[in-house]
Every structure is written in C-alpha cells, then in structure tokens.
C-alpha cells in the first residue's frame, strides 16, 4: 500500500455548521450550497465532510458518539503563526481547549475543537521543515 | 488559517502492533525500536501512531473507546490496484469490512478496518486525478 493519506472524512451531525466554519477559517470550496458532501483541497489530498451516521455506516462502524482516537494538526511557521490561527478558529466557533504554549516535545502548540467535536492541534514545530507551499518534511 | 492538513495522529492502544501493520502494508519510518511516537511521512504530510490515552489527553477530549468520526481512505489509480492493496492489508491484519465493489458515487472501493480499529477506504475514484507521486486533485 502506498505511504499516502488522499482524504481524511471528517463526520458531521450539522453540515451546515461545519462547512461555515471551515470557510470561516478561511477555507474554499468547490462545493455547491446545498451538497452533501463538502470537499476541501487540502494541499495534495483531500478533507471531506459529510453526514456522520453514513459515513459510520459507510465506514462498517459503530458511532460511539464521542472521540475516537484521531486528531489533526496544523503546522505552521512560527510561534506567531500559532497564536493567529488559534484567535482565528476561536472566532470562527472552535472551543480553545489548551491556550498556545510550549509543548513537551520543544514546540508551542494550542489544541482547538472544531464545532463537531473534531480536535486540531496548531503547531509551530522547530525540528521539522514546513515547505513554502505549507507541506511538512520530517527532519 | 492555512487549508492543509499537517499531521493526522491515530491513538493507539498497542502501538508496537500498529507499527508492525504499517509497516507490513509496505511503509517506511525513521523511528527507533523503543521511540513512543512513530512517524510516516505520507506526501506532503505526516501521519503519527501514539498512544491513544495520552492522545486523548493532549488533544483535550474525553476518549468514548471506539470510532469517533473520523474515516481517512488511500486513493489509487484502477481498480486492480484497490484489489491488491485491500488484499494487501488483510494479509497485514487488517479486517475487510467491505469487499472491494461498485459504489454509490461512481467509484470502486473497499472498507479495511486496521488492527488498533481504524477505518480505512480504499478507493478508485474515476472523477479525481492521482498525480504521479500519489497526490490527489478535485476534478
């Protein structure tokens, strides 16, 4: 199997909500307004929402409703950068769950909850190399 | 805030299986034997096994033990390739969820669930383009 992510699915109980945050974020869509499934260009692969009891049953899983075992993160290429993202996502709805600081692994972090309960952490990580397009090299 | 996605980090209750499986489906990490984070680089992006409770801990999210949501899915160039690949990934411990079929949306796909309960679409999807390196682009 080749070492590659091409689309992370991001269940959803109110599309609606969710896709105006992600746009809030400054995200754009191809997506037409009333689409069930709302695709984002996420560099080379894809972020997708759609309704979280098909995507379960899509998925041959049961929802247990809460957070299962997944979390995004957000590099970005400074400290700086991870204090505006995370004033950003907090003013478009997100729940700031940790505030930006130093993290126990030499970086400074936040960690933000999107609307739907998705967790993103935002980033600046001092051993790893962000590409000018945003792309993430480990060291 | 910038539309990518950095790192997707899948919490893990026995991460020296979790790693085994990614590396028996063929991929590739720069981790030592005893390292507690382990790192693929995936693209443009990366993607982290570790441990699930100090996972959960971190991204600020109570843990409700099973799936929460989230579903990712590796595109590939025909449907061969997902034959193989979901072939592949049983023979590395995976559950088939979903045998490789026809789908709703015009596509050819399969549903693997990793060892730790991951979802995983395998999927042929004739109305994006895979670029050479694997990356996807919306039609």
Known sequence: MRQRVSVITLGV???ARARRFYEAIGWKTGAQPDDDVIFFQT???VLA?????KLAEDSC???????GGVTLALNVG???????????????????G?????TFWGGYSS?????????????HNPH???????GVRLA
């Not at 929402?49 to 009891?53: G, I, K, V, Y």
Request: overall charge negative; proline content about 6%.
């Open 78 to 96: 400074s400290r700086r950068e991870v204090d505006a993202a995370t004033e950003e996502a907090r003013a478009a709805g997100a729940k700031v």
């Open 98 to 102: 940790r505030k930006p600081a130093e």
């Open 13 to 15: 109980s109110d599309l």
């Open 61 to 67: 899983v049961e929802d247990t409703s809460g957070w």
């Open 111 to 123: 960690l933000i909850i999107d609307p739907e309960g998705h967790p993103w952490e935002i980033a």
């Open 128 to 134: 790893w190399t962000l590409t000018p397009d945003g």
């Open 49 to 53: 929402l759609w309704d979280r009891a």
């Open 43 to 45: 560099g080379d692969m």
